[in-house]
């Protein structure tokens, strides 16, 4: 690309040296014609100043001289355009160097000076894309901070509370006592999670996340986590209920066991917390155009459409009203599709007034895909 650029600026610059000399040399001669003819036809002072002239410097020297000064205009004329378009691009990168990004440099004729403006228009925006995303990520650590602030002071509060109680003896009896510590031991297990949700994240988002990956068999993996589940869906008066589609036995993919359970388990957890009205949970396990799908709907509450897209964002919940000691801390969903994404799959939500359903697809493992 820069041997191309470099020729075609060679090129016109030949072209031009050329085109000048030729014009120089012809407007040169037409003035020596035209003199001529003039000095034939008036007499006197300026006939014989313009044979002194020739007497004294030659008619070569004159008509050289007289070229080269003719060169030089037309060279000027011919690059007068370019001159002028070099500086508006000068204007213009002083403009953005101080600090107007906003402003383009303007893109005109068809030259290296052409690509120079195009590529300093890149890199502006470039650069503003950039700091968009420093501003997005330090308003994001901001909110972070707040976020986890609140989320952390809640459940300690209550905590201190409590201990607060019990360390000044304001107790009736041996029975509000245990009550007081069963709750204190409560907010401090609760405490404990979003601790544990916190570090996840930002351990997941962080380049110190790495994936122990080996053969995973879905079908069996979504058996043992409904059976591990199975007192708790109880006590929560649901059922969970496993579907293995065709080949489905057979499908697996190569991912870290232990972070993609967190996945399952963060899903099953939400389908507990919010569709117990439908007092089940279905368990999909599929073979989809060479990706494996793993499917988990509840028919509980429905999630409103507005709320479907930000599902996933951090410290983000559907029910404004709930607060952080209630309900999760926002954080289940950001981890799940963040695991999710870190195996190159994905993540999906539906909802509608009959169930919600959450979809992930992971790529099969090589040899299934060799296999098809």
């Given at each position: 690309?820069?041997?191309?650029?470099?020729?075609?600026?060679?090129?016109?610059?030949?072209?031009?040296?050329?085109?000048?000399?030729?014009?120089?040399?012809?407007?040169?001669?037409?003035?020596?014609?035209?003199?001529?003819?003039?000095?034939?036809?008036?007499?006197?002072?300026?006939?014989?100043?313009?044979?002194?002239?020739?007497?004294?410097?030659?008619?070569?020297?004159?008509?050289?001289?007289?070229?080269?000064?003719?060169?030089?205009?037309?060279?000027?004329?011919?690059?007068?355009?370019r001159f002028?378009?070099?500086?508006?691009?000068?204007?213009?990168?002083?403009?953005?160097?101080?600090?107007?990004?906003?402003?383009?440099?303007?893109?005109?004729?068809?030259?290296?000076?052409?690509?120079?403006?195009?590529?300093?228009?890149?890199?502006?925006?470039?650069?503003?894309?950039?700091?968009?995303?420093?501003?997005?990520?330090?308003?994001?650590?901001?909110?972070?901070?707040?976020?986890?602030?609140?989320?952390?002071?809640?459940?300690?509060?209550?905590?201190?509370?409590?201990?607060?109680?019990?360390?000044?003896?304001?107790?009736?009896?041996?029975?509000?006592?245990?009550?007081?510590?069963?709750?204190?031991?409560a907010k401090?297990?609760?405490?404990?999670?979003?601790?544990?949700?916190?570090?996840?994240?930002?351990?997941?988002?962080?380049?110190?996340?790495?994936?122990?990956?080996?053969?995973?068999?879905?079908?069996?993996?979504?058996?043992?986590?409904?059976?591990?589940?199975?007192?708790?869906?109880?006590?929560?008066?649901?059922?969970?209920?496993?579907?293995?589609?065709?080949?489905?036995?057979?499908?697996?993919?190569?991912?870290?066991?232990?972070?993609?359970?967190?996945?399952?388990?963060?899903?099953?957890?939400?389908?507990?917390?919010?569709?117990?009205?439908?007092?089940?949970?279905?368990?999909?396990?599929?073979?989809?155009?060479?990706?494996?799908?793993?499917?988990?709907?509840?028919?509980?509450?429905?999630?409103?459409?507005?709320?479907?897209?930000?599902?996933?964002?951090?410290?983000?919940?559907?029910?404004?009203?709930?607060?952080?000691?209630?309900?999760?801390?926002?954080?289940?969903?950001?981890i799940a599709?963040?695991?999710?994404?870190?195996?190159?799959?994905?993540?999906?939500?539906?909802?509608?007034?009959?169930?919600?359903?959450?979809?992930?697809?992971?790529?099969?493992?090589?040899?299934?895909?060799?296999?098809?």
């Open positions: 690309m820069t041997s191309k650029i470099v020729w075609k600026k060679a090129g016109r610059l030949v072209g031009h040296i050329f085109l000048s000399v030729l014009l120089g040399f012809a407007t040169m001669v037409l003035l020596n014609a035209t003199l001529d003819r003039l000095t034939q036809n008036t007499g006197g002072e300026f006939r014989r100043f313009a044979r002194d002239l020739v007497n004294a410097f030659g008619s070569t020297l004159l008509t050289s001289v007289g070229s080269f000064l003719f060169f030089v205009v037309y060279m000027v004329l011919l690059n007068w355009r002028r378009y070099e500086q508006r691009l000068l204007d213009s990168v002083a403009h953005i160097a101080q600090g107007n990004f906003g402003h383009e440099v303007p893109v005109a004729q068809n030259n290296e000076v052409t690509l120079l403006a195009e590529n300093v228009n890149l890199l502006v925006e470039r650069l503003q894309k950039s700091l968009d995303e420093e501003r997005r990520t330090e308003r994001s650590k901001n909110e972070l901070v707040t976020n986890v602030s609140h989320d952390l002071r809640t459940p300690l509060t209550s905590i201190l509370g409590y201990l607060g109680l019990i360390d000044q003896d304001r107790y009736r009896d041996e029975v509000e006592l245990r009550q007081y510590v069963q709750i204190a031991n401090a297990q609760r405490l404990n999670v979003l601790i544990n949700d916190l570090f996840e994240y930002t351990r997941m988002n962080g380049a110190s996340f790495p994936l122990r990956t080996t053969a995973v068999h879905l079908a069996d993996m979504m058996e043992q986590l409904l059976d591990h589940y199975r007192l708790l869906l109880q006590e929560a008066g649901m059922e969970g209920v496993l579907s293995v589609g065709p080949n489905g036995r057979e499908v697996r993919v190569r991912a870290d066991p232990d972070k993609l359970a967190r996945v399952f388990e963060n899903l099953l957890a939400n389908a507990m917390a919010y569709g117990k009205e439908g007092k089940r949970v279905d368990v999909f396990v599929a073979e989809e155009r060479k990706e494996a799908i793993v499917e988990i709907v509840n028919y509980g509450e429905p999630i409103p459409e507005a709320d479907l897209p930000r599902l996933f964002e951090r410290f983000y919940r559907v029910d404004k009203a709930r607060s952080a000691d209630e309900g999760g801390a926002g954080l289940g969903l950001a599709k963040g695991i999710v994404e870190k195996h190159g799959g994905t993540i999906e939500a539906f909802s509608d007034e009959r169930r919600t359903s959450f979809r992930i697809r992971l790529p099969l493992m090589a040899e299934e895909k060799a296999s098809e």
